[in-house]
């Protein structure tokens, strides 16, 4: 019996429509339905029975935590679903790596959920929605994806969730697992090594109930000369928690020491991360300095702290930090 997997779609540049096929730039991303993506991908009927759920179509640029929530609730109940075996999410490149990194910290391992994305709107000449969406339904329908966590099929690669970002604008090739690489390969299904599952799934399935939005948590790119009112600015504005992306290793200017020192004696957390491409930031013996974000980079670690202020367990952020 063919497996039965569920379609949840969001939107994205794989559901995007352009005047031009020749226009890879200047499209609307999330014009199609889920009837038009399968139509676009002969050969799915062979992989799996595939049931249908337009959860969102917006562009991935406006993907809010409100939507992780209510895409997190939709997964949940197709997987407590006797008749699904697994479950495919369609969505934008641009903020994949962040909706992939809070399902992973919120599913538990057990049946297959696998996100995939495209850098060309489905209307364009070679477009690669429907080979990344053929991938993963075929990922999604193999028994060597079950216990795994969230995987992202593309180009024709299997990566882990958490370990996702996007590298480019517009190659093919943009989303990576920098230091990590992928797991494995979708044509044909094949996993070289198996996922560092780490923190997965370790949001209990009631943490998050009832919960239509997460606490505020705000990203600031420290520039030279940068100056900290920004800071200031945030924590007015209601903040609960500050990501720093300061350059090199977490390395804070001494202009913004004292309105990080009057942050954190307000409640407010601040953590050290990084605005460069790729690299832990290290944990300083100096307890005046703040925490840094080890391996996460600004976009996961406000997820982390999102998650543990929600959660009111602030050792998951420490944990993630470490």
Not at 76 to 102: K, M, N, P, S, Y
Not at 105 to 124: C, D, N, Q, Y
Request: hydrophobic share 50%.
């Amino acid at each position: 019996m063919a497996p039965r997997l569920t379609l949840l779609t969001t939107g994205g540049t794989i559901a995007g429509q352009a005047a031009s096929a020749a226009d890879t730039t200047g499209y609307t991303a999330g014009a199609l339905d889920p009837a038009a993506l399968i139509a676009a991908v002969p050969g799915l009927a062979a992989l799996a029975v595939l049931h249908c759920d337009a959860v969102f179509s917006i562009d991935s640029k406006d993907m809010t935590p409100a939507h992780w929530l209510a895409l997190r609730a939709r997964v949940q109940h197709h997987l407590a679903r006797a008749d699904c075996d697994g479950v495919i999410i369609t969505h934008g490149t641009d903020t994949l790596e962040e909706t992939a990194f809070f399902l992973h910290l919120t599913l538990p391992p057990g049946k297959p959920v696998v996100m995939t994305a495209a850098m060309r709107p489905a209307t364009a000449l070679s477009a690669d929605g429907p080979m990344n969406l053929y991938q993963a339904v075929a990922v999604a329908a193999h028994p060597d994806s079950a216990d795994k966590g969230v995987l992202v099929v593309v180009n024709g690669q299997i990566f882990a969730g958490a370990d996702i970002v996007k590298t480019d604008t517009e190659a093919l090739d943009a989303i990576a697992a920098p230091g990590r690489g992928p797991l494995g390969t979708a044509a044909p299904v094949r996993f070289f090594h198996p996922p560092a599952l780490g923190r997965t799934g370790c949001i209990a399935p009631h943490a998050l109930a009832g919960l239509s939005d997460l606490p505020r948590v705000d990203i600031l790119q420290v520039a030279a000369g940068s100056a900290p009112d920004l800071l200031t600015a945030a924590v007015a504005a209601g903040a609960r928690a500050l990501v720093l992306a300061l350059p090199g290793n977490g390395s804070l200017p001494q202009a913004w020491q004292r309105a990080v020192a009057q942050a954190r004696a307000a409640g407010v957390t601040v953590v050290r991360s990084t605005r460069t491409a790729h690299g832990r930031v290290a944990h300083a013996a100096d307890s005046a300095l703040p925490p840094a974000t080890g391996a996460l980079n600004p976009p996961k670690a406000r997820i982390a702290l999102m998650l543990s202020l929600a959660c009111g367990q602030p050792e998951l952020a420490t944990a993630l930090f470490a």
